[in-house]
């Protein structure tokens, strides 16, 4: 029997690539590997209206094309090492898998805060597990509720529980603004204003030093002495690649996977990353290999990589599972037929009654943030610009703002910064 | 091909209107309207739109 493609992470990123695979002329065998016990789900509802109580777990699944009706998951269980040379993959449970092609989506989890104290009433937000452990937990009356981290998650986390009646809400932050690295100051002024507006506190520019309590939280404690009151406590610091069980081939692993232009790993044609986990060149801009944890990422990533990796297959002789006609190899890189990835970065963000939507790469341009449409307290647009040229549009506000920020990206998708 | 949008999980990110213009458009007072049975010369693009939008409103009969 042939090795099927193995697709190691089943969330959306594993979906995608698979449904990608096939979409790309790959009729082999696909085995998805997913360490959650849940077939894969959206993750964006977590923090909001899941944690609200306003959309269930079955409104969260994803609907599989139905192409990939006959894929193999394994799921709840983990990969613990791959042997790239000898195309294998190993599971926690002892089974090994051999692999025709590799598709890593194993993704990202939660980072933790290390400093000392009580372990219990501490709360991460990435799975549907920790969504249900955090409602379970604000259902208590009164439950006094402090979110390190002021992100995307710490963000949304806070808007949610202040909607549902929490007595008090704070957010603790090292910077001085929520969200200050991608939106820049003027307009995480005005996000920290319509928070504050909504009853959300925040205690910025300070570092947590431990917590309070002994077999649960009850305070958190920060750097200026001051000792927040807290029954429960979110945890939204950022995340780690999970890629520890591709040690030892090799691999440039330092934060992700690294790939190459066309989403390959460590120069092999027959392992691509996709998702949370791929640190992939930024070519639309600055050429900077990164992680790119947006939503829109792992369908993007997939499309790409599923093509890349088929016609590589097709190329090398696998002709009874690939459908003819898909294509050259592009193992010849950059100048094949297939552009690099580069993709125009996109987010949004639902906090509150507003919305945040951003198109193209507006971190790169905050020291040159102008208004184009509207005016901060109202539905507003900002342009960042780098150099002079607009590089990233961010509404705030309602659908006008959203339309407004919309209208600028095919204007962002015709720019490339480096060429 | 039939194309269904349920709108009562649409929230207007406006992702499929990208995607495939043909298809989905805004109409004058902001609200998404698509056509119900497009060619099947854009099923490509149709799917694409399902994939994108965030909140899983759009389903494909063949």
Request: charged fraction near 20%; aromatic fraction near 4%; hydrophobic fraction near 45%.
């Amino acid at each position: 029997m042939r090795a099927p493609i193995v697709v190691v992470g089943a969330s959306l990123a594993g979906l995608r690539a698979a449904e990608q695979l096939r979409a790309a002329g790959w009729e082999g065998p696909i085995t998805l590997v997913g360490d959650e016990p849940h077939p894969p789900y959206n993750r964006p509802p977590l923090s909001k209206a899941f944690l609200a109580g306003t959309a269930s777990s079955a409104s969260l699944t994803l609907r599989p094309r139905p192409s990939v009706a006959d894929a193999t998951w394994l799921l709840g269980t983990r990969a613990v090492r791959a042997d790239l040379d000898r195309r294998t993959v190993d599971l926690v449970d002892g089974r090994t898998l051999p692999y025709r092609a590799l598709v890593i989506a194993t993704g990202t989890r939660p980072r933790r805060l290390t400093c000392p104290g009580p372990s219990v009433g501490r709360h991460t937000l990435r799975t549907l597990g920790d969504a249900r452990r955090l409602r379970a937990a604000l259902a208590e009356p009164g439950a006094r509720v402090v979110v390190v981290g002021a992100g995307f998650i710490g963000c949304e986390v806070a808007a949610t529980v202040s909607a549902l009646g929490a007595a008090d809400v704070t957010v603790v932050d090292p910077l001085p603004l929520p969200l200050l690295g991608p939106l820049g100051e003027s307009l995480a002024t005005e996000l920290r204003v319509r928070h504050e507006r909504r009853g959300v506190r925040f205690a910025l520019g300070r570092h947590v030093t431990g917590f309070a309590g002994r077999d649960r939280v009850t305070g958190v404690r920060l750097d200026d002495g001051r000792t927040l009151a807290a029954d429960v406590v979110v945890e939204s610091v950022g995340s780690l690649a999970n890629t520890e069980w591709l040690a030892g081939n090799g691999l440039d692993l330092t934060d992700g996977v690294l790939t190459d232009a066309h989403l390959r790993v460590g120069g092999r044609p027959d392992v691509v990353a996709v998702g949370d986990v791929a640190r992939f060149p930024g070519l639309r801009y600055d050429g900077v290999p990164r992680r790119v944890e947006h939503w829109s990422i792992p369908t993007d990533t997939a499309k790409h990589a599923a093509r890349v990796l088929t016609a590589h297959l097709a190329g090398a002789g696998a002709g009874a599972d690939t459908k003819a006609g898909t294509g050259a190899d592009f193992g010849a890189g950059v100048g094949g037929e297939l552009a690099p990835f580069a993709p125009l970065p996109t987010f949004w963000s639902d906090q509150h009654d507003f919305r945040l939507q951003s198109f193209g790469a507006p971190a790169l341009g905050t020291a040159d943030a102008r208004v184009l449409y509207g005016e901060p307290g109202a539905d507003v647009v900002v342009g960042y610009h780098r150099e002079g040229r607009l590089v990233g549009v961010v509404a705030l506000g309602g659908r006008a703002a959203v339309a407004a920020a919309a209208r600028h990206r095919a204007d962002l998708l015709q720019q490339s910064p480096t060429t | 091909m039939k194309v269904v949008v349920d709108m009562s999980k649409c929230q207007d990110h406006g992702q499929c209107v990208f995607a495939a213009p043909e298809v989905f458009r805004f109409d004058d007072a902001g609200r998404l309207t698509h056509l119900s049975n497009p060619d099947d010369a854009l099923s490509d693009a149709v799917e694409e739109a399902a994939d994108v939008c965030p909140l899983q409103a759009i389903r494909i009969e063949h």
